[in-house]
């Protein structure tokens, strides 16, 4: 099954370099680019895609406001985050307005091809220095507390943490993909969590809090 991505940066060299790395895929395609956000919304309004693969500096609409646009609609896309200037209060800001990752412009093709991939299919798209970071904001931020969970649970939850899929986790521990699925979504209501990434978050900066 092939993702079709909308691209969004001012950089022409992105925008002619992203498709080159995307065509050495089966699954990846650039169906659409944009050098604004405001381009982007333009865009959307008359085609669709899978995925939002956006810069976050731009003239006119900048990446986090074309987030916010675009999580408004009925149905949205997935939303991932690229920048050359990865800021603390960036990564926050995008993903506390429900972007599934945030990468760096300037990770080798095959890492920016893996962590779309993930996205695509539930997993965590977050660096490790950037997951690293954010943990540390989380654990300064708040007071924690870890819910009451299974052994199964645990061994689910680290392999989220990993970023892996929910197939690759089935698979794993030898579990049928909907027996996943029924377990992480009891996880989000036990942890308060939005989205995978959130889960990750929250039960990292739990677990080292110990």
């Not at 002619?16 to 982007?40: C, H, I, K, M, N």
Request: hydrophobic share 40%.
């Amino acid at each position: 099954m092939t993702t079709h991505i909308l691209l969004v940066d001012d950089d022409p060299t992105i925008l002619d370099t992203f498709p080159v790395y995307f065509s050495t895929t089966d699954d990846l395609e650039v169906s659409g680019t944009a050098r604004t956000g405001r381009q982007a919304l333009a865009w959307i309004d008359t085609n669709t895609c899978d995925l939002v693969l956006s810069d976050v500096r731009m003239p006119d609409i900048d990446g986090i406001e074309l987030l916010q646009h675009i999580q408004d609609l009925e149905h949205p896309p997935l939303f991932v985050a690229m920048t050359a200037f990865d800021t603390d209060d960036t990564m926050l800001k995008c993903l506390s307005l429900g972007a599934v990752g945030y990468i760096i412009k300037g990770q080798a093709p095959e890492s920016i091809i893996h962590s779309l991939r993930d996205a695509t299919h539930g997993g965590t798209v977050l660096s490790p220095d950037c997951l690293s970071r954010l943990l540390d904001a989380k654990a300064a931020s708040s007071e924690l507390h870890m819910p009451k969970i299974t052994n199964r649970e645990q061994i689910v939850l680290s392999l989220i943490c990993e970023g892996k899929t929910n197939v690759e986790i089935g698979e794993s521990m030898r579990l049928a993909e909907v027996t996943i699925r029924k377990i992480i979504s009891q996880l989000f209501l036990r942890f308060s969590a939005k989205n995978r990434l959130d889960l990750a978050i929250k039960y990292l900066s739990i677990k080292h809090s110990f």
